[in-house]
């Protein structure tokens, strides 16, 4: 990250969010560490995928029935008249049939079941009459060719099942097992070490001393790394003091791949921060036109022949803290995990009550969701938008997205959600 794209003061233009997230992005491309393990098949869910797979052997195995019927050449099927079969065998999955099947003749066969060798088609048993060993099937009931799953259909010898940078999820690991697969290999976790910084701050359990509040912050933002994946190293708390900041980020740098702090960013104290991180590397101070959240913090800290450790200072407030995180940490701690990109999926909802909206930044309130009458999602903004409001955080269903352009929004109007359930 060169000076010129970094250094942007507290109290110069405000950036965008999407200045922001390109920054970022920019900054983090291609720095993921390149270290994988091999891990077993369970645990290997929601970790990256470090290397591609490919099929050793085609998917399904062999040419089998889709359904439970009559195995049978298609060619024995005249157009315009009854087709009478003779009943010579059956094939189970698991039990193939091992003979030739003759034209005139089937096989009762199981879905899953081997195609016996001399037949390609399967009349299921809902569309043919039975009567005395025979099987007899009506003029157009079945094509040639149909109900047969044939082999390597759903992955040939040789193709990409899973391509490298996928965070797993259950159906890759299914896929994996289809394979024969044991283990995958994916990316060592990422490293992530987090701290909050504030003189007021108490743990929960501590005696709360007057004017303090409770560290919530290390708390939530500890679990959202985790749901990421990431392996945590928690610092602790830090007061508001040059030597003591100084400290932790050496160990920071020290032992983790990033580190994420709260708090101490605001235009009141981001003096003293700013001067000691610019004795560790290259940091940004961000005014964003966000809200909630409008400090940031971003940047490199240096070490010597190692990759740099990456530096994100979230605002302190507990709202502030966590929409910061999801909307300009996550994608690029995911980058640096070694994901390729993993889109956040948003939904589209009519807004269910006004929402006032100020021109010129992009706003993320809290909001809920519910099918409306004429059964399209409706949002509507939940509990109190302040900052703070963590109650609000936790009855919500997500954050409507209000870009830059968007002025007051009406009921009625369509609104971008980004739910929670899909952040993890
Ligand atoms: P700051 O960004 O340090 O100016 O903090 C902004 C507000 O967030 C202040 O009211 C702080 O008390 C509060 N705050 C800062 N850090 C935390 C934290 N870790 N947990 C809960 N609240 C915090
Ligand atoms: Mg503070």
Not at 204 to 209: I, K, S, T, V
Request: proline share 7%; aromatic share 4%; net charge neutral.
């Amino acid at each position: 990250m060169s000076a010129s794209t970094s250094v942007a003061s507290a109290t110069a233009e405000p950036l965008s969010v999407v200045d922001a997230q390109r920054r970022i992005a920019e900054a983090v491309a291609g720095q993921a560490p390149k270290d994988s393990e091999a891990v077993g098949l369970l645990a290997a869910l929601g970790r990256i995928l470090a290397e591609e797979v490919r099929s050793p052997h085609d998917v399904p195995p062999h040419d089998n029935s889709a359904m439970d019927g009559f195995a049978f050449a298609g060619q024995a099927l005249v157009s315009g008249q009854t087709t009478r079969l003779r009943v010579v065998g059956r094939a189970l999955a698991g039990h193939p049939y091992t003979d030739r099947v003759r034209a005139g003749d089937c096989v009762r066969i199981m879905t899953g079941a081997v195609m016996p060798e001399g037949t390609d088609t399967v009349v299921p048993f809902e569309r043919c009459d039975q009567e005395d060993g025979a099987v007899l099937i009506a003029p157009g009931a079945v094509q040639p060719g149909d109900n047969r799953r044939r082999r390597g259909e759903d992955l040939a010898l040789g193709a990409a099942a899973l391509l490298a940078g996928r965070r797993l999820k259950p159906a890759d690991l299914g896929l994996a097992a289809s394979l024969g697969l044991t283990q995958l290999r994916v990316r060592r976790r990422l490293v992530v070490a987090l701290f909050s910084s504030g003189d007021e701050l108490c743990s929960p359990g501590e005696p709360l001393a007057p004017g303090c509040l409770y560290d919530s912050n290390r708390f939530t933002l500890a679990a959202a790394l985790t749901q990421l994946g990431c392996e945590v190293l928690d610092l602790g708390r830090v007061p508001d003091d040059p030597q003591a900041l100084d400290a932790v980020l050496r160990q920071a740098v020290d032992r983790a791949d990033a580190v994420i702090t709260s708090g101490g960013v605001s235009v009141g104290d981001a003096d003293h921060t700013r001067v000691t991180l610019a004795r560790h590397g290259d940091v940004a101070f961000w005014s964003l036109a966000m809200r909630p959240g409008r400090p940031f913090a971003f940047g490199r800290l240096e070490r010597p022949d190692r990759a740099p450790c990456w530096f994100f200072a979230l605002p302190g407030n507990p709202v502030a803290a966590l929409v910061s995180f999801h909307v300009l940490a996550r994608g690029a701690l995911l980058t640096l995990a070694g994901a390729s990109c993993d889109a956040v999926p948003m939904l589209a909802a009519r807004c269910a009550e006004p929402i006032r909206k100020r021109p010129g930044r992009t706003e993320f309130p809290r909001v809920r969701l519910s099918i409306g009458a004429d059964g399209y999602a409706q949002a509507r903004p939940w509990g109190g938008q302040g900052s703070a409001a963590l109650s609000a955080l936790v009855g919500a269903h997500g954050l409507a997205v209000l870009g830059p352009q968007q002025g007051d929004i009406d009921i009625g109007e369509w609104v971008d959600v980004l739910p929670f359930e899909g952040l993890c």
